[in-house]
């Protein structure tokens, strides 16, 4: 899984924002069956010219469609907009549907992965709780747990358990929408000749997370790939650290307590 991803949620020039990205550098590309884009990023793929072994494609089911029977349409529906052969990261997109459902979707998976399907099984907005009832049903626990993270919404009792796990750690809103004016960060990105927005997704990479940076602008998108040539300090990586609000300072939907 390439460490940065680049996310296409409300993206209504999907096809000419993936290209982008692809031409940027980026090599993952996290859709979902709500964003309605999947067609899109397909078509994309196929027009960059890369070969499709070389990137990293994920989708998401979302709660109205779990179920086991649902979520294998699910699985057969989405390779067919997409026009792939397989999926390289299917994830569970949240956990609102309640237990029995989440497992009967958990294990669908499970049968389209032995199938040939999907290449890994992951899962959405889950807290500590959702990811426990996947080990007591005695199930191979997710590769993924995708979850709302950045300086001030650091969830940190879910990524420890994550890592605890051995279960990738993906941020989503990592540059948490644009809402990027706290002097600690404008002061970091002007000490390092950056933009505000490479600051807090080098915090992500440092933090061994897997940021998924969204934009439909060609120059945000390519400046969201220029990020291995500086590097945070450890002060500054306190200063970032420091800023945890906990769930005050979630900018999305975060349902990581659904019962």
Known sequence: MPLLGFGVYQNFTTRASVLEALQAGFRHVDSAQAYRNEAAVGEAVRDSGIDRGELFITTKCISKNHGYDSTLKGVDESLAKFGFK?????????PYSGTERRLAT????QDARDAGKIRSIGVSNYGIKHLEEIADAKYVMPAVNQ????????QRPIVDYCREHSIVVQAYCPIMRGKMDHPIIQTM???HGRDAAQVLLRWSLQKGFVPLP???????????????????????????????????????????DAP
């Open 147 to 154: 979850i709302e993270l950045h300086p001030f919404c650091q």
């Open 86 to 94: 397989y999926i390289d990261l299917f994830l569970i997109h949240d």
């Open 189 to 191: 990105a002007q000490n």
């Open 106 to 109: 958990y294990r669908a998976l």
């Open 214 to 256: 969204k934009s439909a602008t060609p120059e945000r998108i390519r400046s969201n790939a220029q990020l291995y040539d500086f590097e945070l300090e450890p002060e500054e990586m306190e200063q970032l650290d420091g800023l945890d609000r906990g769930k005050e300072g979630s900018i999305s939907w975060n349902p990581v």
